[in-house]
T-cell receptor, first 113, second 113 residues
Framework: EPEVTQTPSHQVTQMGQEVILRCVPI?????FYWYRQILGQKVEFLVS????????KSEIFDDQFSVERPDGSNFTLKIRSTKLEDSAMYFC???????????FGPGTRLTVT | QKEVEQNSGPLSVPEGAIASLNCTYS??????FFWYRQYSGKSPELIMS????GDKEDGRFTAQLNKASQYVSLLIRDSQPSDSATYLC?????????????FGTGTQLKVEL
């Protein structure tokens, strides 16, 4: 069964450093998403991406964040200068249409020290 | 602010019983509704989707939607200890093109032997 994959599973970084989180969405899906979940809190939407551009972003997704589809399979989330409050699980998801099922990857645990 | 509300629980049921999980949402224009299961430290796993009023059954799971009351529920029949997890209600709205899932805080379910 096709699934979303993410690397790395755990990333530790120092405050102010740049990190890139990587995702490989399900191969025939066209819509890609990033969500995050701070420990003990709800899953929060960050950004959606379609046809090589951002289609929607949340207030959390400020200028420190960017997304890219560098090739036909990868989808990345970059945080330019990490803050302590960026520590969270980051989930990539994909779907084959709008307002339909989104399938989540296993997540990357980001720890900012 | 579009909200999705769930009772955080824990909801404890004996093995073999029916577990009933509830969710309300504030955006009357919401189009699609999902239940995800999340084990501790893992990513959300899609278990049910529902798009129109009424009931939808899949194995031991039944999702119910009432758009007039802005209410979604999930019934789990013959509950098993492996069903013990946090159940997340997620709603996909109309604003922003229907990309974004808004999650509730989740209901923790404990199935006791």
């Amino acid at each position: 069964e096709p699934e979303v994959t993410q690397t790395p599973s755990h990333q530790v970084t120092q405050m102010g450093q740049e990190v890139i989180l990587r995702c490989v969405p399900i191969s025939n899906h066209l819509y890609f998403y990033w969500y995050r979940q701070i420990l003990g809190q709800k899953v929060e939407f960050l950004v959606s991406f379609y046809n090589n551009e951002i289609s929607e972003k949340s207030e959390i997704f400020d200028d420190q964040f960017s997304v890219e589809r560098p090739d036909g399979s990868n989808f990345t989330l970059k945080i330019r200068s990490t803050k302590l409050e960026d520590s969270a699980m980051y989930f990539c998801a994909s779907s084959d249409g709008l307002a339909v099922e989104q399938y989540f990857g296993p997540g990357t645990r980001l720890t900012v020290t | 602010q579009k909200e999705v509300e769930q009772n955080s629980g824990p909801l404890s049921v004996p093995e073999g019983a029916i577990a009933s999980l509830n969710c309300t949402y504030s955006d009357r224009g919401s189009q699609s509704f999902f239940w995800y299961r999340q084990y501790s430290g893992k990513s959300p796993e899609l278990i049910m989707s529902i798009y129109s009023n009424g009931d939808k059954e899949d194995g031991r799971f039944t999702a119910q939607l009432n758009k007039a009351s802005q209410y979604v529920s999930l019934l789990i029949r013959d509950s098993q200890p492996s069903d013990s997890a946090t159940y997340l209600c997620a709603v996909n709205g109309v604003t922003g093109g229907g990309n974004k899932l808004t999650f509730g805080t989740g209901t923790q379910l404990k199935v006791e032997l």
